[in-house]
């Protein structure tokens, strides 16, 4: 049963504490993805990576960290220096050249209190 | 990329037809349209795409005009379970962008019984 996985679904953290979301995806896609999504508003792109070992930053990488070490993995680190973190975070993956549909995994919400 | 402009919100009633446009006065040769749907805590879902003309899936209709300056997701026959977010999306073909999907502030559909 292909997909992409995110785990925690829920996650608290306190201030001034690292935290790393995992997000792994089995459908053999090249490209991933991760947004941030505040409540009312649209997704904002904050890296992606259309390779292993290669990523870019998006509108709003400032504060996160990721990795490409494997195709089906690209973990987010969001680190004390994101100044607000409290957010729902969204992965994705497209393996489909020709056509804009990403698949997008269930979220993780990161409260940081 | 393309500037969207789409409505806040609609409502609607069980079995109508809901027809949601979105304007797009600046799209460029190479791009396309896509329509995404979002539940509340979900990531969200490609529905459809397209270019020009009219594009039906078992989900929806896209219709754009020959200026391509806007377009319309036409949803038929809508159930409770079409309440959702629709984001309408303009992007470069080919997804050599780097995922590069502008996600605004989409059209929150409310389905009434």
């Known amino acids: 049963d292909g997909g992409i996985t995110q785990s925690p679904k829920y996650l608290f953290r306190k201030e001034g504490q690292n935290v790393t979301l995992s997000c792994e995806q089995n459908l053999n896609h090249d490209a991933m993805y991760w947004y941030r999504q505040d409540p009312g508003q649209g997704l904002r792109l904050i890296y992606y990576?259309?390779?292993?070992?290669?990523?870019q930053k998006g509108d709003i990488a400032e504060g996160y960290s990721v990795s490409r070490e494997k195709k089906e993995s690209f973990p987010l680190t969001v680190t004390s220096a994101q100044k607000n973190p409290t957010a729902f975070y969204l992965c994705?993956?497209?393996?489909?050249?020709?056509?804009?549909?990403?698949?997008f995994g269930p979220g993780t919400r990161l409260t940081v209190l | 990329l393309a500037k969207t402009t789409q409505p806040i919100s609609m409502d609607s009633y069980e079995g109508q037809e809901v027809n949601i446009t979105c304007s797009h006065n600046?799209?460029?040769?190479?791009?396309?349209i896509t329509w995404y749907q979002q539940f509340p805590s979900q990531g969200p879902r490609f529905i459809i795409q397209?270019?020009?003309t009219k594009v039906t899936n078992e989900v929806a209709s896209l219709f754009i005009p020959a200026d391509r300056k806007s377009s319309t997701l036409s949803l038929p026959r809508v159930s409770l379970s079409d309440t959702a977010v629709y984001y309408c999306?303009?992007?470069?073909?080919?997804?050599?962008?780097?995922?590069?999907?502008?996600f605004g502030q989409g059209t929150e559909l409310s389905v009434k019984p």
């Open positions: 999306l303009v992007a470069p073909g080919g997804g050599n962008q780097g995922g590069k999907l502008i």
């Open positions: 397209g270019y020009k």
């Open positions: 994705a993956s497209s393996g489909t050249p020709l056509l804009n549909e990403q698949f």
């Open positions: 600046n799209i460029a040769t190479n791009d396309y």
């Open positions: 990576s259309q390779i292993v070992n290669d990523f």
